[in-house]
């Protein structure tokens, strides 16, 4: 193949190989930005092309400290030469396989593309604000940085150990016309289901290991269609979702063509990157979670709370507001000063618990339109301060216009932890463009969800699917693409 007129090119050939049985050509655009194909052949004739782009940072420092905190795969490259030390950081895109077309092959180019831009931004932008490292893209670095990694084909044959996504040919952008595979039934038949019904999902069963796996499954078909999943988890269950399954002998049985994926993750953990917004909950919720509702000062708080609620993200905030407050017959000074001794103690013993979420993942998760993890960490955290996250979650996420469809939240907790607060504002997400999957013991359990769009319920090691305008089926549930964790960590 000579050279390429697709999306962002001219891209010239620089490199041509054999790769086992496959033919291999690398690419480079006038951006430095490379582009992988592998073609696979029946005889004469090619079938289809797996895709990957690759692009580099040119790294100034030491990047160890970045390194150890990305659950992404990233490649890291040192090369020692006489006169100089050369470093990069590779990042590369989720590698597709696309009927062999122009079209395909362009559209795919055009979508891995835009990926590899959002995820060197915010590379770039974790590299250079935990640390004192400088990056620059190669389009950006000299002659001889470039050389020395451009014009070394052992380096940049490196291909990503990452799964592959199997392309259609139609747009996988499209989440009202996508379905995705739950697994099989007795006869070895693929059971789908309509990515548009994940977000309102509900899951029944006394088998907490595989209701939460089932969570998995609907949680990769939303990753996979590129739309972004915020996942609150206090077991580690769903961490596995940045790593690729280490166990693919039941692919074959269960028609998965796919490889193995681990999904691009963030993890948000409290008092770093994750605080309760006081501006995001509600009175009676902060008062209920520290055994304040039925104080004397509550009727104080909750009136003060719920006036000047949107300028109280901390608790500082708060004793400011309580500070100012004019005594009355109703609430005299006394019960003002005792109001702030009890928020000062609050305060005291929960220094890390609030603040103002800032980050642009958590509050427009949908911008860079990639199929991401937004992992809020829950562990070792009281019943309580889970519900007072969520919450303050649920409505940072939101508080930005987006899009129909667009962000899907996916609960490890499971009802009896999450009560009434969360589970009365999930019920009208669908109606609001947002999405659920949500999962509990018993049907009582989940009796505020009366017209969900898609029902599971376990029955013994089966599961029963409907789905609205489908009729009812029965499947096993195939493996996760990614590491299933929630079997680890729940005892199995």
Known sequence: MADLALSHGPWKKIVSATWGQFPVQIYQNPDKVLLVTLFEKKGDEIEGVLVL????????????????????????????TRENRFKYLIVDST??????????????????????????KLTKKGIE??????????KNASEEEIQNLIGDPIAILQVSKRGVMIRDSH????????????????EETKVEANVKSVFSSIIIGENSELRLHLTHILAEGALL??????????SGAFSGLALPNK????????????????????????????????SMVDPALFLSSFNLEKADVAPLIQKVYGEKGSKISVLSDLIVELS?????????????????????VMQKSNPLLFGKNISEELTSPWKDGLGKVLYINLAKQGDEVKRLIVNSILKTVTSNPFSSNSVLFVF??????????????????????????IHGGHEVDLQLFSDPSLKMEIVGTDVVVAEKGETKKRFIPRPAFSLCEEYSNTGK
């Not at 580099?56 to 490649?75: C, H, N, P, W, Y």
């Not at 269609?225 to 206090?234: E, L, Q, R, W």
């Not at 100012?324 to 000062?344: H, M, N, Y």
């Not at 907790?413 to 463009?433: A, H, R, S, Y």
């Open 53 to 80: 782009e690759r692009r580099a940072l040119v790294i100034e420092g030491d990047a160890t400290k970045f390194s150890l905190t990305q659950k992404r795969e990233m490649t890291f490259i040192e090369k020692i």
């Open 171 to 186: 747009d996988s952008h499209q989440a009202s016309q996508s379905k995705f595979l739950l697994g099989v039934d007795r």
């Open 324 to 344: 100012s407050f004019k005594e009355t017959k109703e609430f005299p000074k006394f019960s003002i000063l005792r109001a702030i001794r009890i928020i000062e």
């Open 95 to 120: 590698p597709a396989f696309v009927p062999y077309s122009e079209t395909d092959l362009s559209n795919e180019v055009a979508k891995q593309y835009e990926e590899l831009d959002a995820l060197v």
């Open 412 to 437: 490890e907790p499971n009802t009896e932890i999450l009560k009434d607060d969360v589970l009365k504002q999930l019920v009208d997400f669908p109606k609001q463009g947002k999405g659920f999957i």
């Open 225 to 234: 269609n590129s739309i972004p999943c915020v996942i609150f988890d206090s």
């Open 247 to 278: 166990d693919k002998e039941q692919f074959e049985k269960f028609g998965m063509k796919a490889l193995p994926i681990g999904f691009p993750f963030k993890q948000f953990d409290l008092g770093k990157s994750l605080f309760v917004d006081l």
């Open 129 to 138: 604000g935990s640390t004192d490292v400088k990056t620059k893209e190669l």
